[in-house]
């Protein structure tokens, strides 16, 4: 496993740290994938490209997501909006914030209008608030083209 520079929603974010994964440990992406498959009913990121597999050792975590665009757009559905929350102690993203969400809506091909990204903390609590970790949850509506 890598520690990697921070790269949130395909942006790198100047940060002391990074995420330890085998791709490039962008939690975002990953949320991302994980919400329009579960949306579809198509399960998990692991399912497709799993962590043991040696072909996905430092992939860019773009690559999952043109995967899961296709899966979507073979099965005539596209995301209507999508809503993203990121929680970690630091660094604080504030000042990024509206960046994460102008790539994302490059990356997802999505007006601007219909994506959504929020931060949060825990406020020193647990493994994320030692800023030792880090989350993301992300929830989409799909619809039938």
């Known amino acids: 496993e890598l520690e990697n520079t921070l790269i949130l929603g395909g942006v790198s974010i100047p940060y002391h740290k990074g995420t330890v994964a085998h791709s490039d440990g962008d939690v975002v992406i990953h949320a991302i994938c994980d919400a329009i ?28 997501l043109d995967e899961t665009l296709k899966m979507l757009k073979k099965e005539k559905k596209e995301i209507k909006n999508i809503d993203i929350q990121i929680i970690l102690q630091e660094p604080k993203l504030f000042e990024y914030l509206h960046v994460i969400e102008e790539n994302i809506s490059k990356l997802l091909k999505l007006n601007l209008k219909n994506i959504n990204v929020k931060v949060t903390s825990t406020d020193g609590l647990g493994l994320i608030g030692s800023g030792n970790g880090i989350a993301t949850l992300c929830a989409v509506n799909l619809i039938k083209k």
Request: aromatic share 14%; proline share 4%; charged share 30%.
């Open 37 to 64: 498959l579960g949306a579809n009913s198509k399960g998990d990121l692991g399912k497709y490209f799993p962590s043991s597999d040696i072909k996905w050792k430092k992939a860019s975590s773009k690559i999952f």
